[in-house]
């Protein structure tokens, strides 16, 4: 069995905006006017993205499934969707339509999916009180970006959040987003998602570990796209410094690769030697399967890169689907 982490959807169809203070930031699907089985998903009146019925159909899903070498897959929403800059009332109720979205998808195929909703984290107490209504709904946890209107998510002000998730038991998927840098990328908008995108992951597991978070949730249960970003490459400077510093070694009371190895991270490094690395310094038990589908392609179907990487069979099994398990604070088969 392998379970694919890192997956999204995109509803079919969104509520009319109506009288919504969020106005045109409400997203809107316009059907097709690409292609037949496409819409455009239309923010602000722009079209974000032209997205096919992969982000919406179960049974395109499941037939898609084989040829990418995966049995199951954790939803969660395409993270343009967790739009924190919005009215707080309107935020609330766009997490509340993508939760119940994904939990009956999940409800229609529950040996396929696994589910992660959204909280509006734009207001930390308000994200606390719908933490419930995630948990009700039989999803496993959250998914939230990698800073919140620019402010990341080690930040004091979000513990009250964190420790409602560990009193929940739920997990936490978070997702490259909105860096907050982009001025500095020199080329194409498009190196936002090259370059910004795993630098973002950085800075929030960076956050995770320096801000004190793991100390204060030790039970927490949170995994990071895309590896982590460069994070792991840095990782070896701040454990140096960490000895060396007292000030370092306040705000972190454990060394801080420890707080590392207390996270989980999916395998989209792209290059086996950049996951074998990832591998090395967190163990290869916090390590997942990931793909973005459907807005990304793997390199390597899950088989072929257990066996690039010369991975004994418990190994694997642990990459494969063991992990993903612990991870959503599920019982093994």
């Avoid at 209504?133 to 970006?145: H, M, P, Q, S, Y």
């Avoid at 390597?300 to 099994?317: I, K, R």
Wanted: charged fraction near 20%.
């Amino acid at each position: 069995m392998i379970i694919d982490v890192h997956t999204h959807i995109v509803p079919e169809h969104f509520p009319l905006k109506l009288q919504r203070a969020a106005g045109d930031g409400w997203p809107f699907m316009d059907h097709g006017r690409s292609k037949p089985d496409t819409a455009d998903m239309m923010v602000g009146g722009k079209n974000y993205r032209t997205v096919d019925d992969q982000c919406w159909s179960a049974a395109r899903r499941i037939s898609d499934l084989p040829d990418q070498g995966i049995d199951r897959q954790v939803i969660s929403p395409m993270p343009r969707l967790l739009d924190y800059g919005i009215n707080v009332n309107d935020g609330r109720d766009l997490a509340r339509y993508l939760n119940e979205t994904i939990a009956e998808l999940v409800k229609s195929y529950p040996d396929r999916f696994y589910g992660l909703g959204s909280v509006p984290m734009q207001d930390v107490d308000l994200a606390v009180a719908e933490l419930e209504g995630v948990k009700a709904l039989g999803l496993r946890g959250v998914e939230i970006t990698t800073n919140v209107n620019g402010v990341s998510p080690g930040d004091p002000r979000f513990l009250p959040f964190w420790r409602e998730v560990e009193h929940l038991s739920l997990s936490v998927f978070v997702h490259g987003q909105d860096p907050t840098f982009s001025e500095r990328l020199v080329g194409p908008p498009y190196l936002e998602n090259a370059i910004g995108f795993p630098m973002e992951n950085a800075f929030a597991v960076a956050s995770i570990v320096t801000g004190g978070v793991m100390e204060e949730c030790p039970d927490l249960r949170v995994c990071f796209s895309h590896g982590g970003g460069p994070f792991t490459m840095v990782l070896p400077r701040i454990q140096h410094l960490w000895h060396q510093n007292a000030s370092l070694r306040e705000a972190m009371k454990r060394p801080p690769l420890e707080y590392a190895q207390m996270l989980y991270y999916d395998d989209i490094l792209f290059d086996n030697r950049a996951l074998s690395y990832l591998m090395d310094m967190v163990g290869s038990s916090q390590v997942l399967i990931g793909s973005d589908y459907p807005f990304m392609s793997r390199p390597q179907l899950p088989a072929d890169e257990f066996a690039a990487l010369a991975l004994s069979a418990d190994v694997a099994e642990d990459l494969a689907w063991r992990n993903c398990l612990r991870f959503l604070g599920l019982q093994e088969p």
